[in-house]
Nanobody, 119 residues
Framework: VQLQASGGGLVQTGGSLRLSCAAS????????MGWYCRAPGKERELVAR???????EYADFVKGRFTISTDNTKNTMSLQMNSLKPEDTAVYYC??????????????WGQGTQVTVSS
């Protein structure tokens, strides 16, 4: 299983970016997909996630600005990031809690994608 993230970049304060993540491989079922971020000098933390059934959860610092969505038919996920702030600058990681065909549920991580918000 691979998670391929894309869409990071440099944007000015107040701007928008859209991150995408595609999960591929012998996937049987995805229970959770989400995004984490690691800012310089900080621990990795949850940004947003969608749980099987459609319930989404957001970190307080992105509520009202970021929107997570998934396409379950394609095993893809997006994060629409609006009203970006310099403190959103971080490496963003795609995450999935899924089961491969014939295996149990495990955590999977994509490579990080850098988001930089200039002031």
């Amino acid at each position: 299983v691979q998670l391929q993230a894309s869409g990071g970049g440099l944007v000015q304060t107040g701007g928008s970016l859209r991150l995408s993540c595609a999960a591929s491989g012998s996937i049987f079922k995805i229970n959770i997909m989400g995004w984490y971020c690691r800012a310089p000098g900080k621990e990795r933390e949850l940004v947003a996630r969608i749980i099987s059934g459609g319930r989404s959860e957001y970190a307080d610092f992105v509520k009202g600005r970021f929107t997570i969505s998934t396409d379950n038919t394609k095993n893809t996920m997006s994060l629409q990031m609006n009203s970006l702030k310099p403190e959103d600058t971080a490496v963003y990681y795609c995450y999935a809690y899924l089961a491969r065909l014939g295996y149990g549920l495990h955590d999977y991580w994509g490579q990080g994608t850098q988001v930089t918000v200039s002031s």
